[in-house]
């Protein structure tokens, strides 16, 4: 295990809704990453927080929103759901030295309807 | 550019046999490649890791061969076992940012 948690394991939403997903980071890490990984695909990064600030951002639009709080914990909003936004959502932390190495959670599959 | 191309996208592999994943990469300010390994309902976890300035980095039964002219590595895994059937990903680090190839779901058959 990495201790990284992710909550909640499971979730159902329907389209045009808003989610938020929560991380804790392992102990001593300062850098979150989040990634969305859709069914027999790699993961796609979506941002990476560092420092409570925004240090990274891939391709997805501004309804992905984030925040980390001062014990490096994490959340991923998401605005205005779509179908599409269904997908395994991970959680990565690392030290910003280190990002290379990232250590993942076990993730929150949403569904949306 | 930011791309990482991997391959197969599948593999079956004899328990005992040698297991070959391959990638490859444009972007030459990718600093840093590592392999994750992932299991059905986990997130991925880091198996190894290597740095553009090294040809190879074997750790137990996994190694990683990196030809930078080429923008190619690929991760072996000798001896291969059952407990080795995984999806395995390749990724490559520009800016703090991981770039993930698509992954290869890899059967080892007892």
């Known amino acids: 295990e990495t201790g990284v948690t992710q909550s909640p394991t499971h979730l159902i939403k329907t389209r045009g809704q808003q989610v938020t997903l929560r991380c804790s980071s392992q102990s001593g890490h300062n850098t979150v990453s989040w990634y969305q990984q859709a069914l027999g695909q790699g993961p796609q990064f979506i941002f990476q927080?560092?420092?409570?600030?925004?240090?990274g951002r891939g391709n997805f639009p501004p309804r992905f929103s984030g925040l980390q709080f001062p014990n490096y914990s994490s959340e991923l909003n998401v605005n205005a759901l779509e179908l599409d936004d269904s997908a395994l959502y991970l959680c990565?932390?690392?030290?910003?030295?280190?990002?290379?190495?990232?250590?993942f959670g076990p993730g929150t599959r949403l569904l949306v309807l | 550019q930011q791309q990482v191309k991997q391959s197969p996208q599948s593999l079956i592999v004899q328990k005992g046999g040698i297991s070959i994943i391959n990638c490859a990469y444009e972007n030459t300010a990718f600093d840093y490649f590592p392999w994750y390994q992932q299991f059905p309902g986990k997130g991925p976890a880091l198996l190894i890791a290597i740095r553009p300035d090294v040809s190879e980095k074997k750790e137990g039964r996994f190694t990683i061969s990196f030809n930078k002219s080429a923008k190619q590595f690929s991760l072996h895994i000798m001896d291969s076992q059952p407990g080795d059937s995984a999806t395995y990903f390749c990724?490559?680090?520009?800016?703090?940012?991981?770039?993930w190839g698509a992954g290869t779901k890899l059967i080892i058959k007892p």
């Open positions: 990724a490559a680090r520009s800016n703090y940012q991981l770039i």
């Open positions: 927080y560092y420092r409570e600030e925004e240090n």
């Open positions: 990565a932390s690392s030290l910003v030295e280190a990002s290379g190495t990232q250590y």
